[in-house]
């Protein structure tokens, strides 16, 4: 059974790099037949897309996060990675990787990072 | 870039009463391939958002019938028939057709009253 489980620092400094990453079980992240991506949602707010990427390198992003955004995919881990630069308060959010077909049909649970001194 | 516009955005309903959500966009979501790439999800307090119908009709496998889901074009609706307590949550619609990618609405949180 897919299982998705994000990780990383729950805690990142204004300015640094938020680094996370998402450990696929149960399915190869080499599959043809999917993208996998990264959506987030600041504490009580909605959704907001921030990439996706195809197990052969090809890669989209959000336009308002694109200069400071990079997923990529580690085939040998099955491990997908998100890396936003000069984060801010504004980065605050529950962070989800997710597994698209059409659509986004497996969530992991979360990843809460606080962007804080 | 596209945006998608849901009203309302928040709705209390009697349990046993129906519930309607509209979710607009600002450019067709009908693709060359015949497709239209409308789906909606449901997430419940504390967990990810889960996807409930899949081009703009389908129930994804386990979805009670009460959830129908309908529109075409830019104009699309999620409809529960008789709310339940177990409905409560915030309900997505999102489009995929456009690249760089997704766009999700903003949200319709359900109450029960």
């Known amino acids: 059974q897919l299982q998705l489980q994000e990780s990383g620092p729950g805690l990142v400094k204004p300015s640094e790099t938020l680094s996370l990453t998402c450990n696929v079980s149960?399915?190869?992240?080499?599959?043809?037949?999917?993208?996998w991506g990264w959506i987030r949602q600041p504490p009580g707010k909605g959704l907001e897309w921030i990439g996706s990427?195809?197990?052969?390198?090809?890669?989209y992003y959000n336009p308002s996060l694109q200069n400071r955004v990079t997923i990529s995919v580690d085939t040998s881990k099955n491990q997908l990675s998100l890396k936003l630069t000069s984060v801010t308060a504004a980065d605050t959010a529950m962070y989800y990787c997710a597994r698209r077909g059409g659509t986004y049909d497996r969530w992991g649970q979360g990843a809460l990072v606080t962007v804080s001194s | 870039d596209i945006v998608m516009t849901q009203t309302p955005l928040s709705l209390s309903v009697t349990p046993g009463q129906p519930a309607s959500i509209s979710c607009k966009s600002s450019?067709?979501?009908?693709?060359?391939?015949?497709?239209?790439?409308l789906y909606w999800y449901l997430q419940k307090s504390g967990q990810p958002p889960q996807l409930l119908i899949y081009?703009?009709?389908n129930r994804l496998s386990g979805v009670p019938d009460k959830f129908t889901g309908s529109g075409s074009g830019t104009d699309f609706t999620l409809k529960i028939s008789r709310v339940e307590a177990e409905d409560v949550g915030v309900y997505y619609c999102?489009?995929?057709?456009?690249?760089?990618?997704?766009?999700f609405g903003q949200g319709t949180k359900l109450e029960i009253k």
């Open positions: 450019q067709s979501l009908l693709h060359s391939d015949g497709k239209t790439y």
């Open positions: 149960g399915a190869s992240i080499n599959s043809s037949n999917y993208y």
């Open positions: 990427l195809y197990y052969s390198g090809n890669t």
């Open positions: 081009g703009v009709s």
């Open positions: 999102m489009q995929s057709k456009f690249l760089p990618g997704d766009t």
